[in-house]
């Protein structure tokens, strides 16, 4: 089965505090590639981040930061000193390649609210 | 600006009428698709087209019907609709070459009320 899981629906948070966005993922594939989107209310969709099957190094970029563990089959995501710019929902996302075209299998989202 | 844009951003309809939702892309992409996104629940893909052929129908219904006249457009052809079919309803492009490298880019989405 192709699936992957954002166990936390909602996640309400102080500004400047970390907040961790937990995502599982199942695959039958040796290859495959991680997402990040980011939802604000606008509604489109926003690219965070990328990682492929082969790359388990930690990623950081400014206050972000992802956590690959293909042992436990997570990808986990961390805001540090959350702001009240960072309220959205975030998706994380499995991309599978068959047939010459890509398709996203998307968790159902995490709700963060930060606060000031 | 991603480059993805969709009209119109809101649409209030009745359950007899037809409507279109269009999506353009100006990345050079021909990789273009269409999702839904019901409150509370999961992004679906429905449709799929490469190179300007239809590559699947998620199990769809009929009454939704796209149509890819070229690599930057993509229609939904919406008709006698459900209350059920309201939702937000994302466009994305992604360029194939490079293989799975690519990423998907979204427009801002059409909110669809069906009354």
């Known amino acids: 089965a192709q699936k992957v899981t954002q166990a936390q629906t909602e996640i309400s948070v102080v500004e400047k505090e970390d907040v961790t966005l937990d995502c599982v993922y199942e695959?039958?594939?040796?290859?495959?590639?991680l997402f990040w989107y980011k939802q604000p209310p606008s509604g489109e969709l926003v690219f965070l981040i990328r990682?492929?099957?082969?790359?388990?190094q930690n990623e950081i970029s400014g206050r972000y930061s992802w956590n690959f563990q293909k042992s436990t089959s997570s990808f986990n995501f961390t805001i540090t000193a959350s702001q009240v710019v960072d309220s959205a929902v975030y998706f994380c996302?499995?991309?599978?390649?068959?047939?010459?075209?890509?398709?996203?299998?998307f968790g159902a989202g995490t709700r963060l609210a930060v606060h000031p | 600006e991603t480059g993805v844009t969709q009209t119109p951003r809101h649409l209030v309809m009745g359950m007899t009428n037809k409507k279109s939702l269009k999506c353009e892309q100006h990345?050079?992409?021909?990789?273009m698709y269409w999702y839904k996104q019901s409150a509370k629940k999961p992004l679906e893909l429905m449709f799929v087209y490469s190179l300007e052929e239809r590559v699947e129908n998620n199990s769809v219904p009929s009454r939704f019907s796209p149509e890819c006249p070229n690599s930057s457009h993509l229609f939904l052809h919406l008709h006698t609709l459900q209350p059920e079919d309201s939702a937000l309803y994302l466009c994305a492009s992604q360029g194939t070459s490079g293989g799975p490298y690519n990423e998907q880019f979204f427009g801002p989405g059409t909110r669809l009320t069906v009354l």
């Open positions: 996302a499995l991309r599978v390649y068959s047939g010459g075209y890509n398709k996203l299998i």
């Open positions: 695959t039958r594939d040796t290859t495959y590639y």
């Open positions: 990345l050079g992409h021909n990789a």
């Open positions: 990682r492929n099957s082969f790359d388990e």
